[in-house]
């Protein structure tokens, strides 16, 4: 995708503690990382914005295209700052939202919390209708009830309407949506039919309850940032990152903001994509670790994986089933509450905690001197001597060594015994062990192996964490892209616009209808390239099928790409072998003689990916002198000792550093423990191999793995 004017392109993503910027424009790459803004995020934006232009001395009009990602939508449903919102549903079933689906995330927990809804029930508002799961009127629907509703609706900024059966006939639906713009212009209407056609009542009202609260928040956002934006003379067109991994419209996320809950997670995914492209990596584990979360997502044949569910506001810690469920296209990744502000602190049984609470960028880790008092992780970092206090975030921030020790000595080291570095270190393991295993739980669920993957790594922490992460997976290399201090931000600008349109449709496999599936593919296909249009600036367009397939009497199905062409009946053979192929990835074995549904059909058009340029000739090896030398913390005996520091803006492509060491740059800083030996590829990339286990010297004395000093 090109930007329409200019040549320049320029990305956007805001986190709970930076704000990243990236702009590239005539083959160079400018970046920059403001404090976020909490209490308006576009502030920290602009201001980010505009320091990246003036640092690649261009004007605003010289930029051709924004993109943007921001964690506003997401922050709004977990701190319920949404809008007054109302739910008009069908008699009988307003306390769907309590009810849920029945499912316990912990089974025997008497004391169980759920989240409350986000509409409380008197504004739940029932009225006569009814539609049967073939799509035919049982009962028509009172308009009257409609238009009774008014005095309930007072003080209401925002309204969802969800019915039985309204991913199947929607006419209900957008009869009572048509009478409540009359009757109250004001409102923010959704649609359950438009925002999640699909079945299962629950997820689809839970959906479009989220996108109701969220949209007048969002709405006015988006309007403000578009405005500043034209003010300050970028006349160019502005597009959103959702959750998907793809760009759609100001307009259309404004409808659907719901899809914006993992826009800057997805610009990480399609930026670790772009990497596994780049070096031929089949294979590959996305780690993405910023100042809140750290996320993690597999990546095979240079796709992400991707999901059709995803869960805001979890009661239980990292628990399936305890937060919000949203029914929308995205990014399949864990997500976990250990990134650099990170709070820690001790449990219950005295034992090191770490998030999900995080320090954020107000008043941020003690290290920051905002006024925090409660030790991060970046303060432990700082007290391990992994971070280079002198650029660190470029220079922009000044840390304060005695206030990180501080922190760690009052809430942590002293309660335990023990000193501030020890506790530091303390603080490192344990998060470094729960982003470990969060990787091999999704692993294993995913039906994936994970200790042969490449791990690539990127956000402001990640590059301090992945070679202890590394050691801890097995994994035999890590990569640190170059720009790893922005990559969420990078990987907007290498997404292709985007939509997805999903129709649930009943039929068993035995029974597969050819040309009725390909009437319905056909609409589905045309109102998504309708929507990719107003945004694709010309050129081709891409498509990819998915049909959600599943045994007869199974209550959850799985997706199994089809091929992007009309349906034949031999099809039929071709979808039950793949999804037999991939029922045995999961679970290993099939279900022989019975028979198979196929639920219903999603539909992406895309524009295709930017062209990749082409490698770089290797360059030769060569051993860099080191700028300097810094105490890092050894585990072994308790203190610290030199280590060398590598500026990466002056290493060039072959240099080969063993660990320990470190290496700085403006966004970060990667840490290269004794177990891995670095070197910069053609790219400019840090690619870490594990060094080879000694060999053991007799027979009678048993090989030990060195993993050298811990971080």
Known sequence: MQAPQGQARLGVD????????????????H?????????????????????????????????????????LATNALIERRGARTALVTTRGFRDVLQIRSEDRYEQYDL????????????????????????????????????????PAL???????????????????????????????????????????PEMREYERFSTACANAYIQPLMSRYLQRLQDELRGRGYGCPLLLIHSGGGLATVEASRQFPVRLVESGPAGGAVFSSTVAQELGADEVLS????????KVCLIDAFRPQLGRRFEVARMGRFRKGSGLPLRIPCVELVEIGAGGGS????????????????????????????????PTVTDADLVLGRIDRARFAGGAITLDLEAAEAALERH???????????????????????????????????????????????????????????????????VVPSGAGVGSAIGFLRAPVAYEVVRTTFQTLAGFDAAATNALLDAMTSEAAAVVRTAAFGGALQERRTVFMRYAGQGYELGIDAPVRPCTPDDAALLRRSFEDRYRALYSWTVPATGIEMLGWSVVVSTPLPALPPPPPDAPPYRPAPQGTQA?????????????????????????????????EPETTTWVSAAFTAHLDARGYIVCDRNPAPVPTSAASPPRVSVGALP
């Open 31 to 71: 970046t920059w990382k403001e404090l976020t803004t909490p209490d308006a995020p576009e502030r920290g934006a602009l201001a980010a914005i505009d320091a990246t232009v003036r640092a690649a001395a261009l004007t605003p009009g010289d930029v051709g295209l924004v993109i943007h990602g921001t964690t």
């Open 111 to 150: 004391d169980i919390r759920l989240p409350e809804p986000l509409v409380p029930r008197r504004l739940r508002l029932p009225v006569t209708e009814r539609i049967d799961a073939r799509g035919r009127v049982c009962l028509p629907l009172d308009e009257a009830e409609v238009e009774a509703l008014l």
């Open 412 to 478: 942590v080291a002293a309660p335990l015994d023990m000193d501030a570095r020890s506790g530091a270190f303390g603080v490192a393991e344990i998060v470094d062990e729960n982003m470990a295993n969060a990787a091999r739980v999704h692993a294993i669920e995913s039906g994936k192996e994970v200790s042969r993957r490449t791990l690539i790594a990127f956000g402001g922490a990640a590059p301090l964490h992945v070679a202890r992460v590394a050691e801890k997976l097995g994994v035999p290399r890590f």
């Open 632 to 664: 890092v913390y050894d585990p072994d005996d308790g203190a610290h000792h030199p280590v060398p520091v590598f500026w990466r803006p002056d290493l060039r492509p072959g240099a080969a550093i063993p660990g320990p060491a470190l290496i700085a």
């Open 14 to 29: 805001i986190g709970g503690t930076f704000t990243d910027a990236v702009l590239e424009a005539g083959g160079q790459r």
């Open 343 to 374: 709070v820690a602190a001790l449990d219950e049984l005295s034992s090191i905690a770490v998030g999900p609470e995080s320090a954020g960028s107000m008043p941020g880790p003690a290290c920051y001197g905002k006024g925090g008092g409660r």
């Open 287 to 294: 780690f993405d670790m910023g100042g809140t979360t750290a």
């Open 154 to 196: 007072e003080g209401v900024e925002a309204v969802a309407v969800g019915f039985l059966h309204s991913y199947v006939n929607d006419a209900h639906e957008r009869r009572v949506g048509e009478m409540l713009a009359v009757l109250r212009p004001d409102l923010s209407i959704t649609l359950s039919s438009a925002v999640s």
